[in-house]
């Protein structure tokens, strides 16, 4: 009954926003049809509004999750048109806080002791709140400045109705939609579930947030801070408090002084780092999670603060290898290298055509050159090439598209600190040097190093092992010509049965045949049988002798 309701709420607001025009020419029109005259419509105001603002204002008005679900869509630009990405984009994340006083009930369970107990300070009133989560400043009592996430009461229950009516609604819309196969609804909901299920889980955003850190320890470019296990749940988790300026506020950044065309390159840097070196990316790298470091000392080599690590990205060793040579040949113009990567890395179907790719891949490619290269955006480049890629078959892992959404923020991020930032010309050396180390024979004899101990392991079981594999293949080839000596005679038995029966058919055809012709000849007098009589009852006879069982055929 409350999903019949919620879903009579949702079709409400979407013919309120009119976005039932989305579905034109599909079977639902006319269902909406008929629901139309029992809904308000939209004010003229609202009507006027080009379909992406529609759809925006309307997952606003449906609540947190619709607008985590839009904040998905958006990053879906292999999916969406650009019209209503680029709306969708603006979703704002922000919503009314939750009671302080629940909040801190959450709490107190989650680490199961008095929130006195566990801090020396907790402030109600919190510093942040979004859709599933809000954040409150606290106080350790060795005195460490702390925030504590808090996740929203009853979110998990509420994600879990909202995705059973979207997994409902992608099931109608995957039957109705001309265009099904190429959205995948189900799929975009399945994904989504994923990302939230991910995001409900505040020990593993910890986790990433522990790794990312390790990774960045001492360096000048990026801040991790530190997570406080002993504070820490799946439904709490407490974080070292920093102070920063977020990378889109430039009046700010530039009140401070900060140096923001050394800024622009340094989050260039860090992405394809963590993309190459590390194999571990921040995936939500929007403006508000990414800071710059307020700390007077750091204004001529400013870093950045990473926030909020629900998302990350890892990709598998082969993705990461293509990718980086799919970078190094986009850099060259080298189209035909592009196309054979697509097909080599398993992106495409093996029968894919490579001219036809490398000619699609041209097309798409050229117009942007004709710019100069500071101008052009090399995750647009990529956007374009994998949506060039998809009219192929192309099947994208949802690991390159969350990568291919990360590049397009990080280049967002650069392009604002510093508009003239040349994203190629700082990211060509820096790719180029992290191949370089990642390929090099000091790097693969220290993997060799690393795989070490493994082999010594495995090392003194080597001979029987070996032994047991000789003995299986022979044992293997005998077992394979007893199976021959089976299937020849099979084979024979076979030919045997077709002889007999082709015979069988021939000779009591022939003396059929003998019997009409002696009938025809002879006529009802019975004389002597004509010529062509006793050729037909001859060659009968014969066949029949050749179909008679005999040797090992007759047992
Ligand atoms: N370590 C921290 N130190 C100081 N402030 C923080 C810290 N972590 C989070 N915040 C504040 O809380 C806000 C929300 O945090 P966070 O982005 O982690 O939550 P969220 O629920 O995932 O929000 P969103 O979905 O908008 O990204 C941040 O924008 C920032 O203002």
């Known amino acids: 009954m409350r999903s019949l309701r919620r879903a009579w709420r949702i079709g409400r607001v979407l013919l309120r926003y009119r976005l039932d025009d989305l579905l034109d020419g599909t079977p639902a029109e006319r269902w909406l ?48 048109p650009p019209d209503v990405a680029d709306e969708l984009s603006l979703l704002q994340d922000r919503v009314a806080p939750f009671d302080g006083d629940a909040a801190r009930a959450i709490v107190e369970h989650a680490l199961g002791r008095p929130v006195a107990e566990a801090f020396a300070r907790f402030d109600t009133e919190p510093l942040a709140s979004a859709s599933i989560a809000q954040v409150h400043a606290a106080q350790l009592h060795d005195g460490r400045e702390v925030v504590v996430k808090v996740l929203r009461p ?80 799946d439904r709490v988790l407490t974080l070292e408090r920093v102070h920063g300026i977020p990378s889109d506020d430039i009046e700010a950044l530039d009140a401070a002084g900060i140096d923001r065309h050394a800024l622009a390159a340094k989050g260039v840097r860090v992405f394809y780092t963590q993309v190459f070196r590390d194999n571990f990316f921040h995936a939500d790298a929007h403006a508000g999670n990414i800071w710059v470091d307020s700390d007077p000392a750091r204004r001529a080599n400013p870093r950045f603060i990473a926030l909020d690590f629900g998302i990350v990205g890892q990709l598998s060793d082969e993705d990461q290898y293509y990718l980086a040579e799919n970078f190094m040949a986009i850099f060259n113009r080298d189209y035909r290298r592009i196309a054979e990567l697509h097909v080599q890395a398993g992106w495409m179907p093996p029968h894919t ?12 490619c050229e117009p942007y050159f004709t710019r100069p290269l500071s101008e052009i955006s090399l995750a647009e480049v990529l956007v374009k090439l994998f949506r060039t890629a998809q009219r192929y078959e192309l099947t994208l892992q949802p690991q390159l598209i969350l990568l291919q959404k990360t590049l397009l923020n990080i280049e967002g991020v650069g392009r604002l600190l510093d508009p003239k930032l040349d994203i190629w010309a700082v990211a060509r050396p820096v790719l180029e040097r992290i191949l370089v180390e990642r390929y090099s024979p000091q790097r693969l004899a220290a993997e060799f190093r690393r795989r070490l101990p493994e082999l010594v392991t495995h090392a003194p079981q080597m001979p029987r092992l070996l032994h047991a594999w000789l003995e299986q293949q022979v044992d293997g080839r005998h077992r394979t ?18 002889r007999r029966t082709v015979g069988a058919i021939l000779g009591t055809g022939l003396l059929v045949v003998a019997a009409v012709l002696y009938g025809l000849e002879a006529g009802p007098r019975l004389g002597p049988a004509p010529a062509w009589s006793w050729i037909a009852a001859l060659g009968g006879g014969w066949a029949l002798l050749a179909a008679w069982p005999r040797g090992r055929g007759r047992r």
């Open 481 to 498: 010509q007893i199976v021959s000596r089976e299937l020849a005679e099979l084979v024979r038995a076979i030919r045997e049965t077709q």
């Open 33 to 80: 049809r008929l629901a139309r005259p029992f809904v308000p419509r939209a004010s003229g105001a609202i009507a006027a509004q080009p379909r992406g603002a529609r759809l925006r204002l309307a997952l606003q008005e449906l609540g947190p999750i619709f607008v985590k679900f839009g904040q998905i869509l958006s990053t879906r630009r292999d999916l969406m």
């Open 154 to 233: 009853r979110i998990a229950s509420q994600i879990r109705a909202d995705i059973a009516l979207l997994t409902a609604l992608a099931a109608l819309v995957e039957r109705t939609h001309p265009n099904a196969d190429k959205i995948r609804p189900r799929a975009v909901v399945a994904e989504i579930e994923n990302t939230l299920a991910a995001e409900l889980d505040l020990q593993r955003e910890g986790a990433n947030a522990s790794v990312l850190r390790r990774f960045w320890a001492g360096s000048d470019d990026l801040y991790v801070p530190e997570v406080i296990w002993s504070h820490t749940t």
């Open 353 to 364: 055509r490579i001219d036809e790719l490398e000619a699609a891949a041209r097309a798409v």
